[in-house]
């Protein structure tokens, strides 16, 4: 029996979880969990499965659930959540939080030698050289979520690092891939909270329609394999049936495909290297998907994709002004407060405008996010 902490249960990777792991009830166990202001959400997890510890944001949360589930210990705000991802009986920690606020958890977690499955792509783009020295330091797993680097490790397996040519990622395009620069201009937040392919979180959403979705993965894919940004390529593939390949070295491509169902990598990364049977995964049946097309991906149409390139190559504070930059003008997007391309605008005057520090440490790395939201906030909040 593996025990797992989930951080995030109530969001959209979290939620999912929960179902594989319900499903595999003969493997796999949830011990401790978090999750966020969502408390009725939350309460019907909690009637439906016994955990040992929970952590949510406020303390007054966490005082009233105690009278409904005093079996249960609850845990509150940035002190919980590293309580849950340390939870001693814990053999792996899902980190399915969404942005920033996930760097710490992780940390922890690795620390407490506990393998960790990553759905939040932020603390591998912000943090990646921190996790990747912890991670070789403690002598634990990182088995990412994120359907692309799942295909990606499963391309991988049996073969040697040495052998690998490229990584090609693929990406659907986002809400917008039909649309030209200039029709962006007007685009509304209901239009691209619509994904043509995968059902995900708002805040993901938007990414994959400004395609900075795809430039956090390619930072992603360069620290979980430690493949050159030269190496990895982004090829639109509208369909989202094949998640991501590898070329190799002799010329051959392995390729991963599958349903955009984010339980099958999911589940991968819970079981790894096993494939137990599951029968709520959503099965692709291959003669039914016709065609599958590719094309290259187009830097121009998607700046926000090579400014990620620029930004991962030059390292240093880059990265954290990048993701705190596009988190703060997400959100000032879906509170309807500035247009879909001033989320591109805020981003690059971000990137530009603060001065650029080689060697970060976690400190400079918590100062420079919040110097990045301020500089957000201050241009976009008007
Ligand atoms: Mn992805």
Redesign the pocket.
């Known amino acids: 029996m593996k025990n797992i902490a989930v951080l995030g249960i109530t969001g959209s990777i979290g939620l999912q979880t929960f179902e594989v792991i319900k499903e595999l009830n003969n493997e796999l166990r949830i011990i401790a969990i978090s999750a966020g202001n969502n408390i009725d959400l939350l309460k019907e997890i909690l009637d439906d499965y016994f955990v040992e510890m929970v952590c949510v944001r406020s303390g007054s949360d966490a005082y009233q659930l105690k009278q409904i589930y005093p079996k249960i210990e609850f845990v509150f705000g940035d002190e919980g959540l590293i309580k849950v991802a340390t939870y001693s009986k814990a053999d792996l920690v899902v980190n399915a939080l969404v942005g920033f606020v996930g760097l710490r958890p992780t940390l922890a977690a690795i620390k407490a030698k506990k393998d960790v499955a990553l759905a939040n792509k932020e603390t591998l783009v912000v943090g990646g050289r921190l996790v990747k020295d912890a991670i070789a330091e403690y002598k634990v797993k990182l088995l990412p979520i994120?359907?692309?680097?799942s295909a990606i490790l499963q391309a991988l397996q049996g073969n040697e690092h040495s052998s690998i040519s490229k990584l090609i990622i693929t990406a659907s395009g986002g809400s917008f891939r039909d649309k030209t620069r200039d029709q962006l201009k007007e685009v509304s937040k209901e239009q691209a909270l619509k994904h043509p392919n995968w059902s995900m979180g708002a805040k993901i959403t938007i990414d994959s329609a400004t395609m900075m979705?795809k430039g956090l993965?390619v930072i992603e894919a360069h620290w979980l394999f430690d493949v050159d940004f030269d190496d990895i390529e982004v090829i639109m593939h509208p369909e989202s049936i094949i998640h991501s390949m590898v070329e190799f070295k002799d010329g051959a491509i392995i390729a991963q495909l599958g349903t955009p169902d984010m339980r099958i990598p999911i589940q991968y990364a819970l079981c790894y290297p096993k494939r137990p049977y599951s029968k709520i995964n959503s099965r692709l049946d291959i003669t039914k998907v016709g065609s599958l097309n590719f094309k290259a991906s187009d830097h121009h149409r998607f700046p926000l994709l090579r400014l990620a390139y620029e930004v991962g190559r030059l390292q240093g504070n880059l990265p954290t002004i990048m993701n705190a930059a596009n988190e703060e003008a997400v959100s000032l997007f879906l509170a309807d407060k500035i247009k879909f391309l001033q989320i591109e605008d805020l981003i690059m005057q971000a990137c530009s405008e603060i001065p650029f520090v080689a060697e970060v440490d976690i400190e400079d790395i918590f100062y420079y996010d919040k110097i990045a939201r301020q500089l957000v906030q201050q241009k976009g909040g008007y």
Do not use: A, I, V
């Open positions: 994120d359907s692309e680097h979705n993965e």
